[in-house]
Nanobody
Framework: QVQLVVSGGGLVQPGGSLRLSCALS????????MAWYRQVPGKERERVAD???????TYADFVDGRFTISRDNTKKIVVLQMNGLENEDTAVYYC?????????????WGQGIQVTISS
């Protein structure tokens, strides 16, 4: 059974930094594309960033160079380092692991964690 456990988050002032971590257990980490999403009440969940097992990264446009996603395949964790945080980054953040086997998609989510940017 794949489990994703998220840590980090909290309250920070505008311009500050936070680090989110997500640990995967129950499966081989290298099979998965790992991603971070976020969601605010009343809006759809949106992708923030993702990273392949080989380390290729993609970011949403709103990241604009402020966030960095990374992974440690040995420790089975993915990290989202967030710098230059803005009020608009306030959201519940989710870790996601996706694996494809031919046409079958295996999709797992960690628990959401609140990130609040406020002065």
């Amino acid at each position: 059974q794949v489990q994703l456990v998220v840590s980090g988050g909290g309250l920070v002032q505008p311009g500050g930094s936070l680090r989110l971590s997500c640990a995967l257990s129950g499966s081989f980490f290298g099979w998965y594309i790992m991603a971070w999403y976020r969601q605010v009440p009343g809006k759809e969940r949106e992708r923030v960033a993702d990273i392949t097992s080989g380390g290729t990264t993609t970011y949403a446009d709103f990241v604009d160079g402020r966030f960095t996603i990374s992974r440690d395949n040995t420790k089975k964790i993915v990290v989202l380092q967030m710098n230059g945080l803005e009020n608009e980054d306030t959201a519940v953040y989710y870790c996601n692991a996706v694996r494809w086997i031919v046409t079958d998609k295996f999709d797992y989510w960690g628990q959401g964690i609140q990130v609040t940017i406020s002065s």
